[in-house]
């Protein structure tokens, strides 16, 4: 009865392809294979190299669990290194390139983004959310390349974005509330809004208006205006922006001017999402 039980025993949940909440047994989870993965995704913009102590911090792990992962993964050729430090290899590519491949929402999104971004040349993004981040699946051919990082596969803070607060907007009230209490809202410029209270507020306004925006928050200098992209029953999937320099647009003239394109861009984009 006790080992039924220990087999029953549920693992905290996680988001499947759909982005609904899944349950897993015990029994079924590979430990080995996620603390790989934890140790792949440590590295990031922010610590492109890594020794297995640096990766043990990052991962939760001991340092000694660490330096195998990161040896095995050296070994399969998604890691380099100089035999201290390990940095990603081009074989990981391989999984977004995959992704963007085969998975249909990017290529639904793709043609939207690119006649919007002929018809007012600006620059278009589209995001799904993963935890604390909103990830580009798909952007504009625009060659109006304004804020850093703003390629497909860029993970951007989703408290300091257009269409991270938009997601986050989207979230039921309970599980906002229960990632505000998870964490501390990082500063990124002089704009960004980090007071807890303050922050809350925001992300009432922009579930009220059914839009956002942001100004300056993730990158001086650059605007950005979104609405939620839902499918047919009515639940948020994604975001899509226009991002725009500050010198040649302010908040009224964004709003007044790219709202209702974005928002005639998301009904016809519902059919298909």
């Given at each position: 009865?006790?080992?039924?039980?220990?087999?029953?025993?549920?693992?905290?949940?996680?988001?499947?392809?759909?982005?609904?909440?899944?349950?897993?047994?015990?029994?079924?989870?590979?430990?080995?294979?996620?603390?790989?993965?934890?140790?792949?995704?440590?590295?990031?913009?922010?610590?492109?190299?890594?020794?297995?102590?640096?990766?043990?911090?990052?991962?939760?792990?001991?340092?000694?669990?660490?330096?195998?992962?990161?040896?095995?993964?050296?070994?399969?050729?998604?890691?380099?290194?100089?035999?201290?430090?390990?940095?990603?290899?081009?074989?990981?590519?391989?999984?977004?390139?995959?992704y963007l491949?085969?998975?249909?929402?990017?290529?639904?999104?793709?043609?939207?983004?690119?006649?919007?971004?002929?018809?007012?040349?600006?620059?278009f993004t589209?995001?799904?959310?993963?935890?604390?981040?909103?990830?580009?699946?798909?952007?504009?051919?625009?060659?109006?390349?304004?804020?850093?990082?703003?390629?497909?596969g860029a993970?951007?803070?989703?408290?300091?974005?257009?269409?991270?607060?938009?997601?986050?907007?989207?979230?039921?009230?309970?599980?906002?509330?229960?990632?505000?209490?998870?964490?501390?809202?990082?500063?990124?410029?002089?704009?960004?809004?980090?007071?807890?209270?303050?922050?809350?507020?925001?992300?009432?306004?922009?579930?009220?208006?059914?839009?956002?925006?942001?100004?300056?928050?993730?990158?001086?200098?650059?605007?950005?205006?979104?609405?939620?992209?839902?499918?047919?029953?009515?639940?948020?999937?994604?975001?899509?922006?226009?991002?725009?320099?500050?010198?040649?647009?302010?908040?009224?003239?964004?709003?007044?001017?790219?709202?209702?394109?974005?928002?005639?861009?998301?009904?016809?984009?519902?059919?298909?999402?």
């Open positions: 009865m006790i080992a039924q039980n220990r087999r029953a025993a549920l693992l905290p949940s996680c988001s499947n392809a759909k982005g609904m909440r899944m349950e897993i047994a015990s029994a079924d989870f590979i430990a080995g294979m996620a603390k790989g993965l934890a140790v792949l995704e440590s590295f990031d913009v922010h610590r492109q190299r890594l020794n297995a102590t640096l990766a043990a911090e990052r991962a939760g792990l001991t340092r000694a669990a660490a330096r195998r992962h990161l040896l095995t993964l050296a070994h399969l050729g998604y890691l380099e290194t100089d035999g201290h430090y390990y940095w990603l290899a081009p074989k990981v590519l391989r999984f977004s390139g995959s491949a085969s998975a249909r929402l990017p290529r639904a999104l793709q043609p939207t983004l690119d006649r919007l971004a002929a018809q007012t040349q600006e620059s589209a995001v799904v959310r993963d935890g604390d981040e909103v990830v580009i699946i798909a952007r504009s051919g625009s060659s109006r390349v304004l804020a850093y990082g703003l390629h497909i993970r951007l803070p989703a408290h300091a974005t257009s269409t991270g607060r938009m997601m986050l907007a989207a979230m039921p009230k309970r599980e906002f509330t229960a990632w505000m209490r998870a964490r501390e809202l990082m500063r990124l410029t002089t704009r960004t809004v980090v007071d807890a209270r303050r922050f809350r507020a925001l992300i009432d306004g922009v579930r009220a208006n059914d839009y956002c925006f942001a100004g300056e928050e993730h990158e001086l200098g650059v605007l950005a205006l979104a609405v939620p992209l839902r499918d047919m029953r009515g639940i948020p999937v994604a975001a899509l922006n226009v991002v725009a320099a500050a010198g040649r647009q302010d908040e009224k003239t964004l709003t007044r001017d790219f709202l209702p394109l974005l928002f005639d861009a998301a009904r016809q984009l519902r059919s298909v999402l």
